[in-house]
């Protein structure tokens, strides 16, 4: 009878959002991310981002509203610029978005590398591909960036959610930024 209660339970319950799983993005990267998630198809992709290049990973939830991405890209920054970078990406992330109220802005060592940290509420207006406002106005997004510099790359894990979301879903954004472990 017990076992048959349990059993009745876990399967209306639904995937357990809570539970992290290790996942390996890269050769060199491996974090934690919510057992429910899974990776975005290429025309989730194309269809909810507008980009010229594929990210190297992207996953999201069941209900598809909450993502989390990892990117890299050639550079000739060093570790040791991550001040003058910060300073650098700050200004592109207050440019890019109408409004943005900043939660984290700082390097932090996180399992033995540093990272800059970001993270943010931020409003955008969303604009049809000539430019002109939609309908619907502002959306409001809760964003938890991070990244490091490696082998001549620099590593960006993203991680967003409508700000709506952001009560639920902050304390699972920073457990996958805090799992992050970069090989050397």
């Not at 990244?147 to 979301?165: D, E, H, R, S």
Request: charged share 25%; net charge positive; with cysteine.
């Amino acid at each position: 009878m017990n076992y048959l209660l349990i059993s009745l339970l876990l399967f209306w319950s639904g995937p357990d959002e809570g539970k992290m799983v290790k996942t390996k993005i890269t050769k060199e990267v491996t974090l934690s991310l919510p057992k429910s998630f899974r990776p975005m198809t290429d025309d989730e992709i194309a269809d909810k981002y507008l980009t010229a290049r594929h990210p190297t990973a992207m996953y999201t939830n069941p209900d598809r509203v909450v993502d989390f991405g990892f990117n890299q890209t050639e550079t000739r920054w060093r570790q040791a610029d991550l001040p003058m970078l910060k300073g650098v990406y700050k200004g592109s992330i207050a440019g890019l978005h109408g409004k943005v109220t900043f939660i984290q802005d700082k390097i932090a060592t996180i399992n033995d590398r540093e990272f800059i940290v970001f993270e943010f509420v931020s409003e955008v207006t969303d604009v049809d591909p000539e430019g002109k406002p939609r309908s619907g106005g502002a959306k409001r997004q809760y964003s938890y960036i991070q990244y490091t510099v490696q082998g001549g790359k620099i590593l960006v894990f993203n991680f967003t959610c409508p700000a709506q979301g952001q009560a639920k879903w902050q304390p699972t954004a920073q457990a996958i930024m805090e799992s992050i472990r970069v090989r050397s």
